[in-house]
């Protein structure tokens, strides 16, 4: 996760983390990348149940719930074993998180243990109730994914009004003073909606976007050649950084990160250099902090029938099941051998990442692309847009 807003924008300072230690618990969350223990943020999707048929999904969700999904008792247990071992975030998601009835009692339960609670969702399903109901709770966040305005949205989504019912449940959320934003996923049939997702934000007073890289999992797997080639993602990245800028610059600054990309990091500071930007060196300060990609460390993922996975895109292993064993034991088990290779990586990447002067900021980016590639999830990855000449 690179902050674009907080970066080039200066909208953190490396003081700010380093004021709270570092340390997770004590960290505000729009500095808990900066971290220094890397307690894990808890991706838990809930249900495979959706509503929606997105062409992308990682999770490949259906329009059913799985028989094998957690139960509340156990969800409960869970989420007492996040808390003692110091999970900041825990993150419902799905299948489409809102379709499991008790997806409020679990948030309450999670925020009165002390986690943040933030919800991901594809927001046709946030009445004004509801809302009022997670603000109610003390919800952190509501993520609400939009791939485009309304002709391309619903294309993605598979049905016609997702984008409309979107929106309603943004502004539902904005009446009762819950914190929403966006979530949109890069690649060749929606990145010329850039622009109006932009307007989009200025336009409804949305306060924070987060622009994903498409990751080959799941349905994703069928577009890898949607995927922007190298060139592509550059002025992808080249537009976003321009438009944060024109907001932050017009007195409407807005949050904004790209994810699941880590070369984005170098990208921008070499941009801060040749600028002659004079906060280039605290951007790289923030960088190093930052550590780059934490799949299997910083990040991780329980699945709806309790698996135990690197992150949520890692679906195809998994290191145990919360049903057998306690999360945090799974988690801290270094006799797996992938487990203790993912809490030192950089290790055991080859090829470009061998010799890349990036590697201890991005840390050899994401595992599940090169894996999806080329059968070697110790590949460098394929989505790395850095020439040689900028590596070396």
Not at 56 to 83: F, Q
Not at 326 to 351: H, R, T
Not at 377 to 388: G, I, N
Request: charged share 25%.
């Amino acid at each position: 996760m690179i902050g674009i807003s907080k970066l080039y924008c200066g909208t953190v300072e490396p003081s700010d983390p380093l004021r709270y230690g570092r340390h997770s618990k004590d960290l505000p969350s729009h500095l808990l990348q900066f971290s220094e223990d890397k307690k894990p943020v808890v991706v838990w999707n809930v249900t495979r149940a959706c509503n929606l048929k997105c062409i992308h999904c990682y999770a490949r969700a259906s329009e059913n719930a799985d028989e094998r999904e957690v139960d509340h008792e156990n969800g409960l247990a869970l989420i007492d074993d996040l808390a003692l071992f110091g999970v900041p975030v825990i993150l419902f998601s799905g299948g489409e998180p809102l379709m499991r009835p008790d997806l409020p009692r679990l948030a309450r339960y999670a925020v009165d243990k002390g986690m943040r609670a933030v919800v991901s969702t594809n927001g046709t399903l946030i009445t004004r109730n509801l809302a009022r109901e997670l603000k109610e709770i003390g919800l952190s966040y509501v993520g609400v994914s939009l791939d485009g305005m309304e002709t391309v949205n619903d294309r993605f989504r598979g049905k016609r009004g997702a984008f409309r019912d979107a929106m309603n449940g943004i502004k539902n959320c904005q009446e009762v003073g819950l914190k929403v934003g966006l979530r949109f996923t890069i690649n060749r049939l929606n990145v010329v909606e850039i622009p109006r997702i932009f307007d989009l934000l200025e336009e409804h007073d949305i306060p924070r976007i987060c622009f994903y890289h498409l990751v080959y999992s799941g349905r994703g797997s069928n577009l890898v050649e949607q995927d922007l080639d190298h060139e592509g993602t550059r002025e992808a990245i080249d537009l976003i950084v321009d438009r944060t800028k024109d907001l932050h610059e017009r007195g409407i600054p807005k949050e904004v990160l790209t994810v699941d990309n880590h070369a984005d990091g170098p990208y921008l500071y070499l941009r801060m250099i040749r600028e002659n930007n004079p906060r280039a060196d605290e951007v790289l300060q923030l960088l190093k902090m930052n550590e780059g990609n934490s799949s299997g460390r910083g990040i991780g993922c329980i699945s709806w029938d309790g698996s135990v996975h690197a992150d949520q895109f890692w679906r195809h292993y998994s290191f145990g099941n919360v049903l057998e064993r306690p999360f945090s034991e799974i988690w801290s088990d270094l006799s797996n051998p992938l487990m203790k290779m993912l809490k030192q990586k950089k290790a055991y990447v080859k090829g470009r990442c061998t010799t890349c002067r990036w590697l201890d900021i991005c840390a050899g980016n994401f595992r599940v692309r090169p894996e999806a590639v080329t059968g070697d999830l110790w590949a460098s990855d394929p989505a790395c847009y850095l020439t040689d000449g900028e590596i070396s």
